[in-house]
């Protein structure tokens, strides 16, 4: 989901220019090691009806669920021309009640009239922290924090910006997922080249505002048969770091992909294609986010039934459980 400018052709960049000065904050550096429970892969079941449905919406999509006492969602939902971040909350993770929208663009600033939205929620003590899409054009990640969940307030700046050119994420920055460990926020994305080619990639940060990019990045890479991969959920997990995303198709079908690794840089697919099972999900499964709950990873995506690369996807939001067997 979101829209990016394109340009034909593939460039280059070297290590040396990665490093100069303006360039950008870029180094080498991994997640917390871990051992590995077992050799282990997962398995995904699919409940057969949305939890959260579009209504009079064109698409929602993009959940970012937090457990805080209750369940909140903060979801994205387009109206035929803007996407927004809406809020709703949930006793047990199945029934929602929608409070509303939270968060839309600011057309005066960076962020344009088209997009504010596609995030990822953390709870930090008693604040909340959303990191966004938005931009003019090309897309960049904003930050934005709150004390209830409702009233927000927004860094004026993005806080993570497109590569330099010829870079991999070049032509723009989106579907951030952040997860913190100790003091360091970890920050998953997708990124965009000039091929439109589409990856995975990761930052790390202390304060959520400032981050370093690693420098061998991407850390997921596309294969050459789709049009890119995206839209990352990780979380830590028997002793694994693991990560679902989205996998897009030449003629736009999404299916969901699982990949584990033990320090969140080096990752292993496993299993095969995670596919919609229903009417309404059936051309597309993406935008996963995940809660532990013990021997279960409580899981959120989106589903839709028309196979587009944006929005206009009847995008509704479903639920599930992701299982570990030998």
């Known amino acids: 989901m979101g829209r990016f400018s394109h340009a034909g052709g593939l460039a280059f960049v070297t290590i040396s220019c990665l490093m100069a000065a303006g360039c950008g904050r870029y180094g080498e550096f991994a997640l917390p090691a871990l051992a590995g429970e077992r050799n282990i892969t997962i398995r995904v079941r699919l409940d057969p009806q949305p939890v959260i449905r579009r209504d009079e919406l064109s698409d929602v999509l993009n959940p970012s669920v937090v457990r805080s006492k209750s369940f909140f969602d903060f979801y994205s939902e387009f109206d035929g021309r803007t996407w927004h971040t809406a809020l709703a909350e949930s006793p047990d993770g199945h029934s929602w009640t929608k409070k509303g929208r939270v968060i839309s663009p600011d057309p005066a600033t960076w962020e344009g009239d088209y997009i504010a939205a596609n995030g990822s929620a953390v709870r930090e003590g008693d604040k909340w922290l959303y990191w966004y899409q938005s931009g003019k054009g090309i897309p960049r990640i904003g930050l934005a924090w709150s004390d209830d969940g409702i009233h927000w307030r927004k860094d004026p700046q993005p806080v993570l910006e497109p590569g330099p050119r010829g870079s991999w994420d070049e032509r723009g920055v989106a579907d951030p997922y952040v997860l913190k460990l100790g003091d360091e926020y970890y920050i998953y994305y997708l990124g965009q080249n000039r091929a439109r080619q589409q990856q995975i990639g990761v930052a790390r940060s202390g304060d959520g505002v400032h981050w370093m990019k690693l420098l061998s990045n991407p850390v997921m890479e596309a294969p050459d048969s789709r049009n890119g991969i995206g839209e990352p959920a990780v979380w830590q997990w028997k002793g694994w770091y693991w990560m679902l995303y989205t996998a897009r198709s030449k003629t736009e079908q999404r299916t969901l992909r699982a990949a584990r690794s033990l320090d969140g840089v080096r990752w292993e697919p496993v299993g095969e294609s995670i596919r919609g099972n229903d009417d309404w999900d059936r051309e597309v499964l993406c ?40």
């Open 287 to 326: 935008d996963p986010s995940v809660i532990v709950e013990g021997d279960i990873t409580m899981l959120w995506f989106g589903g839709g039934d028309k196979a587009r690369p944006d929005e206009h996807l009847d995008g509704q939001i479903g639920s599930g459980i992701v299982e570990t067997q030998p």
